[in-house]
């Protein structure tokens, strides 16, 4: 059974993922490297941090609240507004690395998931550089 669980489950399950979107939210509010991809930001992540959460409980196997409230995630084209090269991009992924290290993720677990954000996160961007 357990080698079925899905990264939903060996996240923790809602607990677990809705501490690493904190926790991501938070590093993101703080940290100098990632003041590019705060500025893209509204003021409060409040509501950003409860849209991360939903897609990402969905996303990872779990319950599909994003989908139930707003429908098709359609994550591309709602990315359209922000402008997201490679710098972005990059932002994004040492941000969500250093939550998922600082959150303690099991390494093989962390391994799986940098490489599935890398995929969404590569195929966000929306413009050269
Ligand atoms: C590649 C770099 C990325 C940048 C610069 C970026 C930036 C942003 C920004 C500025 C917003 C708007 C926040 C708000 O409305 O409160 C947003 C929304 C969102 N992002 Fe990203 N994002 C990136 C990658 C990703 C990835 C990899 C995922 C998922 C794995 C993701 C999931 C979401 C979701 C679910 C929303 C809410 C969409 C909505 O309902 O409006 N983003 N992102």
């Not at 003041?35 to 409980?57: I, M, Q, V």
């Amino acid at each position: 059974m357990s080698d079925q669980a899905t990264p939903f489950e060996l996240l923790g399950g809602e607990p677990g993922v809705r501490a690493l979107v904190d926790r991501f939210y938070d590093l993101m509010d703080l940290e100098p490297a990632y003041a590019g991809l705060r500025a893209l930001h509204p003021a409060t992540l409040e509501g950003s941090r409860d849209k991360l959460f939903w897609y990402l409980c969905g996303w990872l196997g779990g319950p599909n609240h994003y989908i139930e409230r707003f429908g098709h995630p359609m994550l591309r084209a709602r990315h359209l507004p922000y402008a997201i090269g490679n710098a972005e991009r990059d932002q994004w992924m040492a941000c969500m690395t250093q939550a998922l290290r600082e959150g303690g993720v099991e390494d093989t677990l962390a391994q799986g998931l940098r490489q599935a954000f890398q995929g969404t996160a590569d195929w966000m961007r929306n413009r050269a550089g």
